[in-house]
């Protein structure tokens, strides 16, 4: 049987954009769960919010192996905001990574992101979706601040849930002072 290369990438291709929406329906299918043990009155919000907090500080763990200082901090941060990038990126994202204006910062830009559609269907609301990315980045910065002594931080500009077009974080090295 002959081999079909283009036949073959089309099934590739598919399988990873099911594999990258299974990842968003799973948190949003656990978060359905949480609710229903949390019962009424519970603040969905607080407890997508503590999950994502969870899922960032693993994802803070699981990068200290792969970042160090040998480079300089330039170097530092843009590798710490490409391995945000690439997460999201395998989350079904399209994102990318430009330098700073100013020493100490680059910028985190997706343009394309798979939560919010799925989380329609779960009838999350957009704030929550945005608020959620952005505490798992920030979890993430607590142990990689701790381990390389070094005050960072990351905050969101813009963000697709809130009609803005694209996300927009700004991931920085803190003034010291």
């Given at each position: 049987m002959p081999f079909d290369a283009e036949k073959e990438i089309t099934r590739l291709w598919r399988n990873l954009h099911s594999a990258q929406e299974e990842i968003c329906r799973t948190f949003y299918r656990w978060r359905e769960v949480a609710k229903d043990i949390a019962g009424d009155g519970a603040d969905e919000t607080e407890i997508a919010l503590k999950a994502?907090?969870?899922?960032?500080?693993?994802?803070?763990?699981?990068?200290?192996?792969?970042l160090n200082w040998l480079k300089g901090e330039e170097a530092f941060l843009?590798?710490?905001a490409r391995a945000f990038a690439n997460i999201w990126a395998n989350e079904g994202a399209i994102c990318q990574v430009?330098?700073?204006?100013?020493?100490?910062?680059?910028?985190?830009?997706?343009t394309r992101d798979t939560w919010p559609s799925i989380a329609k269907e779960y009838d999350v609301p957009m704030e929550e979706v945005a608020k959620t990315r952005e505490r798992i980045f920030q979890a993430a910065l607590e142990d990689v601040s701790v381990f390389f002594n070094i005050p960072l931080a990351i905050e969101m500009l813009k963000a697709i849930p809130r009609g803005e077009g694209m996300y927009l974080f700004r991931l920085y090295k803190k003034e010291e002072g």
């Open positions: 994502a907090e969870f899922i960032g500080k693993e994802i803070g763990k699981g990068l200290l192996p792969r843009m590798n710490l430009e330098k700073g204006e100013k020493d100490g910062e680059v910028y985190i830009k997706c």
